[in-house]
């Protein structure tokens, strides 16, 4: 079971469907539209952060990756496409590698 927090964008549209394609069973979201998200931080449960950077605050990309790398959980950055998606999450054989891990 492999969990990842989205953190950035209002809707995620189909990109959850697709990553359950991938093996991801549990997607979280964060839209970070309110400074207040900064407060919340990452949940302990998940296995990886994606940053969508065209629709996140800047601030709140900051302390996701400060927090990130504080409790050593893989963070990744793609646009809102699943193209971008994809090839941030995974390599060019097809494979994610921190799904590996999980």
Excluded: F
Excluded at 9 to 19: M, S, V, W, Y
Excluded at 26 to 53: F, N, W, Y
């Amino acid at each position: 079971m492999a969990s990842l927090l989205i953190v950035g964008a209002d809707h995620l549209g189909n990109i959850p469907e697709h990553l359950a394609g991938l093996g991801v069973n549990e997607v979280l979201h964060m839209s970070g539209r309110k400074c207040q998200m900064t407060r919340k931080g990452i949940p302990e449960k998940v296995d990886a952060v994606l940053v969508l950077t065209d629709y996140v605050n800047h601030n709140l990309t900051k302390v996701i990756k400060q927090q990130a790398k504080e409790q050593d959980v893989p963070i990744y950055y793609a646009k809102r496409s699943w193209c971008s998606v994809k090839q941030a999450l995974c390599s060019c054989a097809d494979t994610c590698e921190w799904l590996k891990t999980t």
